[in-house]
């Protein structure tokens, strides 16, 4: 073991308080390491260097990483000296070193990329109140950097959660998990979604290249999910055949059953008859049949919604149910006001999904439940640019994976933090993916 503790002070004032935007920058950067030190704490030096599976970077890359990022953006980027080489940047360089690969380099150990976590952000506080309020510059222009490398940290968080949840040995000794609300009744099963111009992307000064520019698309009437797929509605699907049954499969998608030996999500134990259980973070427990199904990849959302008789929303449905039928630009299903743990599950504090119907002020105005937190929900659509996009501040983070190779998610899951979802957030990943937080909620056609 090795000590982590951390002092978390707010950045110097110099003639009175911070303007809003540093004042935000400073708690969600702190919020984002208080959570990793959290999830990481503790683990045994082995576990956090350790490849716990080819899909996945070893635990302690990602710390090191994610303070190289905000090294090489909230310092050099901004003017203020470097703490490394340059060079040092190859070795976590998430471009340069696929996954499987980044057991082998010449890694930081534990105690040391921690303590240079602590070296960065302790010049990041140094510097912020020396950076002018109301800049124009692009990087700088309403906390724009300060935002981009907050949710860096957010996002590597909830990688960090799947691979957490991948490790087989030893049990990963999961926090106390704060409680997870009671469900009212479950809500109705589909939702008319009326037809119309929806305003797709954000216009937050925090969204990022691939969500601008916002632009209005016409969507015609669809109905859709009021809540994503359970686990008790997946299971009448793998218990009626569906995985082999070619029928419901993505040509593609069948030749990843057919490869893999797919026969149900990731992580469900079946133990014969109608009884199942699921793997959580290294502790086996009865598979609750009234939580959203996560663990399936985007072949598995497809096939469940073709045998349901129906399809995967695409993303700009998903949007027009999340911002409503009323063409308000909503920020979030609820309204503009910021997720708070009476909106959605989000923040990585439950340690998995609630049942659905948990979350009554979460509600879209349509009455769709659950569109952010729980689970990411895969769409139909591939990860393409908006019309005008524009590369910013790099192209590595969107423009390199546009394209057929990558289809979209929507929404956020328990592991995501709040300042990283938001209706017009979109993240993507492979069809064949299975550990991330991912499930699904299904539409159809209005007839």
């Not at 929507?410 to 990283?420: H, I, K, L, T, Y």
Request: glycine share 8%.
């Amino acid at each position: 073991m090795f000590h982590m503790a951390e002092e978390r002070r707010r950045p110097r004032e110099e003639g009175g308080p911070h303007p809003p935007w540093k004042s935000r920058a400073w708690t969600e950067l702190e919020t984002a390491r208080a959570r990793v030190l959290a999830m990481l704490g503790g683990l045994p030096e082995d576990e956090l260097r350790r490849q716990h599976s080819p899909l996945m970077s070893p635990l302690i890359w990602d710390v090191a990483h994610v303070a190289n990022y905000e090294e090489q953006w909230l310092l050099r980027a901004l003017g203020a000296p470097a703490i490394t080489d340059p060079a040092f940047d190859a070795i976590y360089d998430a471009f340069r070193h696929p996954r499987a690969t980044r057991a082998e380099l010449p890694l930081l150990p534990p105690e040391a990329a921690f303590a240079y976590a602590r070296r960065v952000r302790e010049a990041v506080r140094e510097h912020l109140h020396r950076l002018p309020q109301d800049s124009t510059a692009p990087l700088l222009a309403g906390g724009y950097v300060f935002g981009m490398v907050a949710q860096h940290e957010q996002q590597h968080a909830e990688t960090l959660a799947a691979t957490l949840q991948l490790m087989t040995s030893p049990e990963y000794p999961v926090p106390s998990a704060r409680p997870r609300p009671r469900p009212g009744a479950v809500p109705q099963a589909e939702v008319f979604i009326p037809g119309g111009e929806v305003r797709l992307g954000s216009t937050s000064p925090w969204a990022y290249d691939n969500e601008r520019p916002a632009f209005s698309q016409h969507v015609a009437p669809f109905l859709m999910d009021a809540h994503p797929v359970t686990n008790g509605d997946y299971l009448v699907f793998v218990e009626a055949g569906g995985y082999e049954d070619a029928r419901w499969w993505h040509p593609q998608g069948w030749e990843v059953v057919q490869a893999e030996g797919l026969k149900h999500p990731g992580f469900w134990l079946p133990q014969g008859g109608h009884a199942w259980l699921r793997r959580r973070f290294g502790q086996v427990e009865p598979l609750p049949r009234d939580e959203p199904v996560q663990h399936v990849c985007w072949y598995e959302a497809d096939a469940y919604a073709r045998w349901a008789g129906k399809r995967l929303p695409t993303e700009a449905e998903w949007e027009k149910a999340a911002r409503g039928s009323d063409g308000r630009p909503r920020e979030y299903p609820w309204g503009d006001a910021p997720p708070t743990r009476a909106h959605a599950n989000l923040d990585g504090s439950t340690w998995g999904p609630a049942p659905v119907g948990s979350y009554p002020q979460g509600v879209s105005q349509d009455g769709v439940w659950g569109l952010l937190g729980d689970v990411w929900e895969w769409t139909a659509s591939n990860f393409r640019p908006y019309a005008g996009f524009s590369a910013f501040p790099y192209p590595e983070y969107s423009e390199v994976f546009f394209g057929e190779s990558y289809k979209v998610l929507r929404g956020g899951a328990w592991a995501s933090a709040p300042v990283a979802v938001r209706n017009g957030f979109r993240n993507w990943d492979f069809p064949n993916r299975r550990q991330i937080f991912a499930g699904f909620r299904c539409a159809r056609n209005a007839r």
